[in-house]
């Protein structure tokens, strides 16, 4: 009999640890569905407000580098005109010339948009195209258009003309300045390029004009055979 009642038990205690499993069970899930519930919630909640922090974030971190990356090490205006030969940087202005293209056009002709037609301004007077309303800024600014002054307005035209209409943050490399000046200058300007001595113990001759022309190759000593 005793082993009846405790096999009776033993069968209760077992209902009852599977009632109990059951019910906590339950309970985790529950909680896991509440959980989730709450993180999407908040989730909506928050996402509220954050389209604004990355765009601020974003800004902070172009000027920095815009900053920082400008004096430390550059090269000069004309060392970045010699880097490349003529014909290569031409090609990678035209490239760059499609930040300029919403504004500008180049070709000799061409209508003044946003900005001034810019055929030939390398070299040429400063705001001076005839039909485009220029600042005041920009006018009095004065002079014509050479290297380092392109150089310096490509840069960062606020900074260099306060005030001008040219709505452009500027081209922190000097390498896309060069180009974009070197493309300027093949549209009816062809100002002659500065000249760059890397290192002035490379003694060539001063009067030499054609220093890369007349590179006449050894002639190849045929080996006898
Ligand atoms: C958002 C429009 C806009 C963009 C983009 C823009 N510019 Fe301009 N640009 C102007 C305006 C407007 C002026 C006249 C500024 C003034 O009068 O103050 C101007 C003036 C100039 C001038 C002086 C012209 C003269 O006749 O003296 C040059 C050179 C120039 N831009 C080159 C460039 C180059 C190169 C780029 C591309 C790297 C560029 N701009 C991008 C609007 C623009």
């Known amino acids: 009999m005793t082993q009846d009642n405790s096999s009776q038990d033993n069968a209760a205690g077992q209902n009852g640890g599977g009632d109990l499993f059951n019910t906590a069970a339950g309970w985790v899930l529950f909680a896991a569905g509440l959980g989730l519930g709450l993180s999407i919630l908040s989730g909506k909640y928050f996402h509220g407000d954050k389209p604004e922090r990355p765009e601020k974030l974003g800004y902070v971190i172009e000027g920095a580098v815009e900053e920082s990356g400008g004096a430390a090490a550059e090269m000069s205006m004309a060392e970045a005109l010699n880097m490349k030969p003529a014909a290569e940087l031409i090609a990678a202005g035209e490239k760059a ?129």
Not at 167 to 189: C, H, Q, T
């Open 97 to 225: 010339f499609a930040k300029c293209q919403s504004c500008h056009t180049v070709d000799a002709g061409g209508a003044n948009g946003i900005g001034p037609n810019l055929a030939g301004v390398m070299g040429g007077p400063v705001a001076a195209k005839g039909g485009f309303a220029y600042s005041a800024e920009l006018k009095a600014l004065g002079g014509t258009w050479d290297w380092d002054k392109m150089n310096d307005w490509l840069k960062n035209p606020k900074a260099y003309v306060a005030g001008t209409k040219m709505s452009f943050a500027g081209l922190p490399k000097v390498e896309d300045r060069a180009a974009i000046a070197m493309y300027l200058n093949a549209k009816g300007a062809n100002l002659p390029v500065p000249t760059f001595v890397a290192d002035a113990a490379a003694g060539a001759p001063a009067g030499d004009e054609t220093p890369a022309g007349d590179e006449t190759p050894a002639p190849a000593e045929t080996p006898a055979e």
